[in-house]
């Protein structure tokens, strides 16, 4: 049997074991999905060698851990020194990301976006800020500390701290901190949020299974909105096509992941 695990920091409320075992037992996939609390980064690559696992999922704050751990980072991950999906090739550690593709499943049905906004510069802003970037679709950034948004400025990204940004009109604004995961926060002060999100069209967040205060303002503006749960599914499907070395289609796969968010 094959073993494949989410490793993170926290990892307990991760909806991912539930995701990728539904696929394995619905379509009969000898292979099992586990949750791994690694609070060190560095020991990454030792404890997916350790537990033997054929492949696994990263997620915070270890997922520039994983590019740094990998043998060879494919595809989308090595342009942006993100890794969020493993696999054990032969022995080797081989490194993907597939949380941007995910999130561009998860708004598929926003219609006519050419101008967004990021807020946060995290692993996961970096992700999404590229992929709309290849999309052609103009995007900024505004972050809470000035440090991460070197990366951006070097990618001739507009960036804005809460001491400079200027009211603007947003076709969607995207919440990638992790203001609202386990405390109350706005990701950036209501004076600021609240003229961005009455006047954009779009809000997503990329947190999923509750509605924080970031989205209770969108529905406050009655806001066409989504949580991070398509998101999840999205990059779940990917990262599970990897794990089974696409014996099956993302549509079959889908399905039947779908059915571990009914549980
Ligand atoms: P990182 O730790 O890389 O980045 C976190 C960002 O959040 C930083 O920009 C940080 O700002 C900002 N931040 C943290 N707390 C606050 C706060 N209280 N107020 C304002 N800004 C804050 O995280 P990731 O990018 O990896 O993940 C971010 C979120 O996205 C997490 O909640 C994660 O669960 C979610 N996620 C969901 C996915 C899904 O499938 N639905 C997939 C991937 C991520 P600063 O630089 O100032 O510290």
Same mark, same amino acid.
């Given at each position: 049997?094959?073993?494949?695990?989410?490793?993170?920091?926290?990892?307990?409320?991760?909806?991912?074991?539930?995701?990728?075992?539904?696929?394995?037992?619905?379509?009969?996939?000898?292979?099992? #999905?586990?949750?791994?609390?690694?609070?060190?980064?560095? $020991?990454?690559?030792?404890?997916?060698?350790?537990?033997?696992?054929?492949?696994?999922?990263?997620?915070?704050?270890?997922?520039?851990?994983?590019?740094?751990?990998?043998?060879?980072?494919?595809? %989308?991950?090595?342009?942006?020194?993100?890794?969020?999906?493993?696999?054990?090739?032969?022995?080797?550690?081989?490194? #993907?990301?597939?949380?941007?593709?995910?999130?561009?499943?998860?708004?598929?049905?926003?219609?006519?976006?050419?101008?967004?906004?990021?807020?946060?510069?995290?692993?996961?802003?970096?992700?999404?800020?590229?992929?709309?970037?290849?999309?052609?679709?103009?995007?900024?950034?505004?972050?809470?500390?000035?440090?991460?948004?070197?990366?951006?400025?070097?990618?001739?990204?507009?960036?804005?701290?809460?001491?400079?940004?200027?009211?603007?009109?947003?076709?969607?604004?995207?919440?990638?901190?992790?203001?609202?995961?386990?405390?109350?926060? #706005?990701?950036?002060?209501?004076?600021?949020?609240?003229?961005?999100?009455?006047?954009?069209?779009?809000?997503?967040?990329?947190?999923?299974? $509750?509605?924080?205060?970031?989205?209770?303002?969108?529905?406050?503006?009655?806001?066409?909105? $989504?949580?991070?749960?398509?998101?999840?599914?999205?990059?779940?499907?990917?990262?599970?096509?990897?794990?089974?070395?696409?014996? %099956?289609?993302?549509?079959?796969?889908? $399905?039947?992941?779908?059915?571990?968010?009914?549980?």
């Amino acid at each position: 049997m094959k073993l494949f695990a989410i490793l993170g920091d926290p990892v307990s409320h991760s909806r991912s074991p539930l995701m990728h075992n539904s696929v394995f037992k619905n379509l009969h996939v000898d292979a099992c #999905y586990t949750r791994v609390h690694l609070k060190d980064g560095s $020991k990454l690559k030792e404890t997916f060698f350790n537990l033997g696992l054929s492949g696994a999922n990263v997620t915070v704050p270890h997922k520039e851990a994983a590019f740094n751990a990998c043998d060879e980072v494919r595809g %989308f991950a090595k342009k942006i020194g993100v890794v969020n999906t493993l696999i054990n090739e032969n022995g080797k550690l081989i490194g #993907y990301n597939t949380d941007a593709d995910g999130f561009m499943y998860a708004i598929a049905s926003f219609f006519n976006i050419k101008n967004i906004l990021i807020i946060g510069a995290g692993g996961t802003a970096k992700a999404l800020a590229n992929k709309f970037a290849e999309e052609n679709l103009h995007v900024e950034v505004l972050n809470r500390s000035k440090g991460r948004l070197t990366y951006f400025k070097e990618l001739g990204i507009t960036t804005h701290t809460w001491e400079n940004i200027q009211t603007k009109k947003y076709d969607l604004v995207v919440n990638t901190t992790s203001a609202g995961l386990s405390d109350n926060e #706005y990701p950036a002060p209501l004076e600021i949020l609240e003229p961005l999100i009455s006047t954009c069209k779009f809000c997503a967040d990329a947190i999923y299974g $509750k509605v924080t205060p970031f989205l209770q303002l969108a529905k406050r503006y009655e806001k066409i909105s $989504k949580d991070g749960a398509d998101m999840l599914l999205g990059q779940g499907v990917l990262a599970n096509a990897l794990f089974i070395e696409n014996q %099956f289609s993302h549509d079959v796969i889908k $399905k039947n992941m779908e059915k571990s968010f009914l549980l």
